[in-house]
């Protein structure tokens, strides 16, 4: 291997451990490490700025805004109220409901988005419980994973492999892994029970107060209520149709965030910028460029071509070293670049005589996704998650997230290559 290669995994080996050790903030150390990736020369400027995926940051930045002028309305207050009451003010029930509105979002919205939306409401509804956010919190980052799985627009791995096998339309997703992501829930939601049902204990005089609060005057601004909630209404619309419209998502959601901006003036456009987290932001783009330095040296190409030849081609073979190989790569690195260094090479191997790519398809699609869950790095949404919970004063530790996230991700894609061995490949 050549020196380059070499150099770089070690940078990535040193930042990503420091990342772990939780002793420095992990933007700063993600970003020093994209840095040096640079400054070592492993990846030149130009190339380091084409991997980073200004789409995945776009659509973050657009939904932070739309999210935090809708936040000022009550919207979210007035959720979390309903959502308590329908609960019976228990705050175990109430993590199953949240949980289970999370995955739906993350499926017909995307996995980031409806975090964005949820994460307010979490916070409303643990305040007046006066119970720990962190459990619902990161249940409910499992749940969007595990629920953006589901269709082309709830997870940017499935975004990808849409745009590049046309065959995989927006029902073949619903139609080939719905199925599976119902079962996966269906499992994991008695386990998020019996976790965490001791550390969301609450008094029945608490519960009761919830039941007691009158919802109607939640609502602080009605009018700029119906301009928030029609603008998120039509971004929303726009995600649907973003491909028939030839627009990526991160143009439907700063369209939409700046056109809310036009309707409320300047003063909200102060606010809701400093609302962004732009700590998040930077960690991604330090993460990206972290990634490009072992993807531009060829270790990443090199990894997946040698455990694909492993397998010589035989369908169960192969789709189990693709569910499994991108599901472990998902947990400890971003997933974006893993899935566009693995679509080319699932091509390759149609061209080379595997008549049936399909299972592999979905090997791939439901690898990344799940697995993205295995660690607070692996998705989007758990660094979102965690960014926002810690500026709330309730930050979510890696090694504790990783002490839930990874025997449920190992668990959900079990499940998920019994299912694929069971409907494809017999």
Not at 9 to 15: A, D, E, K, M, Q
Not at 153 to 169: F, H, Y
Not at 224 to 249: A, D, N, P, R, Y
Not at 272 to 284: D, Q, S
Request: a neutral charge; hydrophobic letters at 55%; glycine letters at 8%.
């Amino acid at each position: 291997m050549e020196q380059q290669a070499i150099l770089a995994i070690g940078v990535f080996l040193v930042t990503y451990g420091m990342i772990i050790a939780e002793k420095i903030h992990r933007t700063i150390v993600a970003m020093i490490g994209g840095i040096l990736m640079v400054v070592l020369g492993i990846v030149d400027q130009e190339a380091a700025l084409h991997h980073i995926d200004f789409n995945t940051l776009g659509l973050l930045v657009g939904m932070m805004i739309i999210v935090s002028i809708t936040a000022e309305t009550g919207l979210f207050k007035y959720i979390a109220l309903i959502a308590a009451k329908r609960a019976k003010g228990s705050p175990v029930r109430i993590l199953v409901a949240l949980a289970l509105i999370t995955a739906v979002g993350s499926a017909f919205l995307d996995n980031v988005t409806t975090v964005l939306l949820m994460v307010p409401v979490t916070f409303s509804i643990t305040r007046q419980l006066r119970v720990n956010p962190v459990p619902y919190l990161i249940t409910q980052i499992l749940a969007s994973n595990i629920g953006g799985t589901a269709t082309l627009i709830g997870d940017p791995p499935n975004i990808m492999i849409g745009s590049a096998v046309k065959e995989l339309t927006f029902m073949a997703f619903i139609t080939n892994l719905a199925p599976i992501v119902a079962m996966i829930m269906a499992c994991t939601l008695p386990i998020f029970v019996f976790l965490f049902r001791k550390q969301i204990q609450t008094t029945p005089e608490l519960q009761n107060s919830i039941m007691q609060m009158d919802e109607k005057g939640i609502i602080t601004d009605r009018t700029l209520l119906i301009k928030s909630v029609s603008v998120l209404g039509l971004t929303i619309i726009g995600f649907f149709l973003h491909q028939l419209l030839h627009l990526e998502s991160a143009t439907v959601a700063l369209a939409g965030a700046f056109a809310l901006l036009l309707l409320t003036g300047e003063h909200a456009m102060e606010t809701a910028f400093t609302k962004v987290e732009w700590t998040t932001i930077f960690f991604f783009v330090g993460l990206f460029v972290l990634v490009s330095g072992l993807a531009e040296t060829g270790v990443i190409a090199r990894l997946a071509a040698a455990a694909i030849d492993l397998t010589g081609g035989h369908p169960v073979a192969t789709s189990m070293l693709i569910l499994w190989l991108s599901a472990i790569a998902s947990a400890f690195l971003d997933n974006i670049p893993f899935v566009a260094t693995m679509i080319p090479m699932i091509q390759e191997m149609g061209n080379m005589g595997v008549e049936d790519l399909e299972p592999l398809w979905w090997s791939l699609a439901l690898g990344a996704c799940l697995g993205g869950n295995g660690t607070l790095i692996g998705a989007s949404a758990n660094l979102i998650a965690a960014g926002m919970s810690g500026k709330e004063g309730h930050p979510i530790k890696f090694v504790t997230f990783m002490k839930y996230g990874f025997p449920l991700m190992l668990l959900s894609v079990s499940l998920a290559s019994i299912y694929v061995w069971a409907r494809y490949l017999i």
